[in-house]
């Protein structure tokens, strides 16, 4: 029979696992803030741990906004990550409880990112993994994409592809903590799905993989023991693909990883339908393309549309940063 000492062990153990869950619930796109509006924000901070589960597309029960975030390809994206639902502060780690792990994030190209299921291919188009620290003992000591992470207030910052094809995408972000993980089922895997629409030039299709199927329960970077020494780790899923980019873990904070703040910079409102595709020379307002309405039409490094459809005039919302059809 368990002590009373041992009882309490475990359930405090509990309460702070719980405490440390976590969601990725915010995106930046180019140093602009547009919240969880195109966000499909899970029921709860709770983990998928059955990688053969449907649920690891993009989450249980996950929200479906009505609302796209516009991205320019080529553009950065900053997803954010924290603990408890809307709560940006940096007061305490985005995740917590040592759920040390890769960051990943994927994309799938579909029909409408509003109403797609998650159930196409995906893409890889970023990775922070791990990286060996020569002066600790083990795994626990190393460097981790999630150490990242916590550094920079929950954010991470990455390249959408330049060549891909415009059109409707699912943003998939994902952490997989592996505090557990040396037992079979004891992966913890976080994700959230964005709603975006890419404009561009671009053709690129990169190759798939599916969800489930990607990932097996026996893979090296599911199924391993962090609280020992690594010689390697093998992030699970396919290789990056080769328009995206890495991140190396460890690495010092840049960029809007750095420097934004929810509150304190420029913001940006999601459109409630698909960015129109260019019909002609493509970007800068020329060939014909247009913007939809509280779609991105200007600002700092923006090269896309300017001209706005549907009675819509293109205004500075945070100049020089931003500017939207309104």
């Not at 329960?217 to 609280?227: F, Q, S, Y």
Request: glycine letters at 14%; aromatic letters at 8%.
């Amino acid at each position: 029979m368990k002590s009373f000492a041992a009882v309490a062990l475990t359930a405090l153990c509990t309460v702070q696992n719980v405490a440390a869950h976590a969601t990725f619930q915010a995106l930046w796109v180019d140093g602009a803030d547009f919240g969880g509006q195109c966000a499909r924000q899970p029921a709860s901070n709770s983990p998928v741990t059955n990688v053969a589960s449907n649920d690891l597309r993009c989450n249980a029960g996950s929200s479906r906004p009505a609302a796209k975030c516009a991205v320019k390809a080529g553009s950065t994206v900053t997803v954010e990550m924290h603990q408890q639902p809307n709560d940006r502060s940096c007061a305490s780690e985005a995740i917590g409880g040592a759920h040390y792990g890769p960051v990943m994030v994927y994309m799938s190209k579909v029909a409408d990112a509003t109403t797609a299921d998650g159930s196409g291919g995906w893409f890889k188009i970023f990775q922070d993994t791990w990286g060996k620290n020569a002066t600790g003992a083990s795994g626990d000591d190393d460097f981790w994409g999630v150490k990242d992470l916590n550094k920079c207030c929950g954010k991470m910052s990455l390249a959408i592809p330049a060549d891909l094809a415009p059109g409707d995408y699912l943003l998939r972000a994902e952490v997989i903590a592996l505090h557990t993980a040396g037992s079979a089922g004891g992966a913890q895997l976080y994700m959230t799905c964005y709603q975006i629409s890419v404009t561009g030039s671009g053709s690129a299709t990169p190759p798939t993989v599916v969800f489930p199927g990607a990932y097996k329960a026996a893979d090296p970077g599911i199924l391993v023991n962090i609280h020992a020494a690594l010689a390697t780790y093998v992030a699970p899923g396919p290789t990056v693909y080769a328009g995206g980019s890495t991140k190396k873990a460890g690495s010092a904070c840049s960029g809007c990883e750095a420097t934004c703040a929810a509150g304190a910079g420029p913001s940006a409102t999601a459109s409630t339908v698909s960015v129109p595709l260019p019909t002609g020379g493509g970007g800068g307002g020329t060939g014909g393309c247009t913007v939809a309405k509280y779609a991105q039409c200007g600002g700092n490094g923006y090269t896309g549309c300017t001209t706005c459809g549907s009675g819509a005039v293109c205004s500075a919302v945070s100049p020089p940063y931003y500017s939207q059809c309104v």
